[in-house]
């Protein structure tokens, strides 16, 4: 999955408008357009199309957290340079300060079985044994189970 097909997601799950999605970029301490914003979320084959980058997305799931949770006390977190699916299941998770059995809930709406233990290992160190890679599968199957829990079944 790209950061602009998660971006569109996570918009249309929470129905977030243009100027609720600059706000949040601004709370994870980046200033973006309207323009921008249109831009990222047009689709692929679109002329106009831009790619966001992943240091880009990454202020916007930090100012999501911010938006959703608060700011926390102290030093603001920088933005990853890089992200991979795991860092973005980890902010999401974070921001919608969901618990691995709201995680187990989810995944169990869109018909899959995870344990604690698997999803435990989703938020592990790369450098620790029991590590394991978060898919776009998986990823894909969360964020439409986040549709279904926030927005209702949409069939």
Same mark, same amino acid.
């Given at each position: 999955?790209?950061?602009? &097909?998660?971006?569109?997601?996570?918009?249309?799950?929470?129905?977030?408008?243009?100027?609720?999605?600059?706000?949040?970029?601004?709370?994870? *301490?980046?200033e973006v357009?309207?323009?921008?914003?249109? /831009?990222?979320?047009?689709?692929? &084959?679109?002329?106009?199309?831009?790619?966001?980058?992943?240091? $880009?997305?990454?202020?916007?799931?930090? *100012?999501?957290?911010?938006?959703?949770? *608060?700011?926390? $006390?102290?030093?603001?977190?920088?933005?990853?340079?890089?992200?991979?699916?795991?860092?973005?299941?980890?902010?999401?998770?974070?921001?919608?300060?969901?618990?691995? !059995? /709201?995680?187990?809930?989810?995944?169990?709406?869109? /018909?899959?079985?995870?344990?604690?233990?698997?999803?435990?290992?989703?938020?592990?160190?790369?450098?620790? &044994?029991?590590?394991?890679?978060?898919? !776009?599968?998986?990823?894909?199957?969360f964020l439409?189970?986040?549709?279904?829990?926030?927005?209702? /079944?949409?069939?």
């Amino acid at each position: 999955m790209t950061n602009n &097909d998660i971006l569109r997601r996570i918009r249309f799950t929470f129905d977030l408008s243009d100027s609720t999605m600059m706000e949040t970029f601004g709370l994870g *301490g980046l200033e973006v357009t309207r323009a921008e914003i249109s /831009d990222w979320l047009k689709k692929d &084959d679109d002329p106009a199309f831009q790619e966001i980058r992943d240091k $880009e997305f990454a202020t916007f799931l930090n *100012g999501f957290i911010i938006s959703k949770r *608060g700011r926390k $006390e102290g030093e603001q977190p920088l933005p990853e340079k890089s992200l991979n699916n795991n860092i973005i299941l980890r902010k999401l998770k974070i921001a919608l300060n969901l618990m691995d !059995d /709201d995680l187990i809930e989810i995944m169990k709406s869109v /018909d899959l079985r995870i344990s604690k233990h698997e999803i435990s290992a989703f938020f592990r160190k790369p450098t620790q &044994d029991k590590y394991r890679v978060c898919h !776009d599968q998986f990823l894909r199957n969360f964020l439409y189970g986040l549709q279904l829990k926030y927005k209702g /079944d949409l069939k």
